[in-house]
């Protein structure tokens, strides 16, 4: 076997590790393709809870916090052992490496986090804004993938900022709203950007029972 396949099977053998197991319950499978949302694995060993820094936090600014509720789909039970993963680009509008990376970390960089959520379904990041893509291409954005106990994991609409020219009329019309509106209206609050939003778990979410 040679190196390039061996590590292939490390990040293979990891991924599915993390995967959690459970005899009890049969996932059902919603949300359509999904690129790069194993990604949500891939936190280890870390003990996650209902908040997280990402990495650059304490130098970059401006600094941003992102809270909110994770509801049930009623849109009014709060979701328990929901596991959020974000990650985003940085004030240069690229997803940096420090090249060691390994899984999707290669792709999405090292400004990622993991939150799980508790019996009240809150959460909180604490990051930075980040930039568009050098070309401008899409919006300011940060990705965000949840993963429920007793479903696969899937995509939702990312963050984006409502005061962000890129964010235009046409793009606005089409957002799918997955999960609800990414679309945030951060605010100073004691030095820090501070915003919220809600997530309700199937909303516009395919094949969601």
């Excluded at 939702?156 to 990414?182: C, H, I, M, Q, Y």
Aim: aromatic share 12%; charged share 25%.
């Amino acid at each position: 076997m040679s190196k390039k396949e061996f590590t292939a099977l490390l990040i293979f053998i990891s991924i599915f590790s993390c995967r959690p197991q459970n005899s009890n319950k049969r996932e059902v499978l919603v949300g359509g393709p999904c690129e790069g949302c194993e990604a949500i694995y891939e936190y280890g060993d870390m003990r996650l809870s209902s908040t997280d820094t990402l990495p650059d936090f304490k130098t970059t600014e401006p600094k941003l916090k992102i809270t909110g509720t994770v509801y049930q789909n009623d849109g009014k039970t709060p979701a328990s052992n929901v596991i959020l993963y974000v990650h985003q680009t940085n004030r240069k509008g690229i997803y940096p490496t420090k090249g060691n990376e390994i899984g999707w970390a290669r792709r999405h960089g090292y400004i990622r986090g993991w939150i799980k959520t508790a019996g009240d379904g809150k959460y909180t990041f604490y990051t930075f804004r980040p930039a568009s893509y050098p070309n401008r291409s899409e919006p300011e954005h940060i990705h965000l993938t949840v993963k429920e106990p007793d479903k696969n994991e899937y995509y939702v609409d990312s963050f984006v900022f409502e005061d962000d020219p890129l964010l235009s009329k046409s793009t606005r019309a089409k957002l799918d709203n997955r999960a609800g509106s990414g679309i945030i209206s951060p605010v100073f609050q004691n030095g820090i950007l501070v915003a919220e939003r809600d997530i309700i778990l199937g909303l516009n979410i395919p094949d969601y029972e």
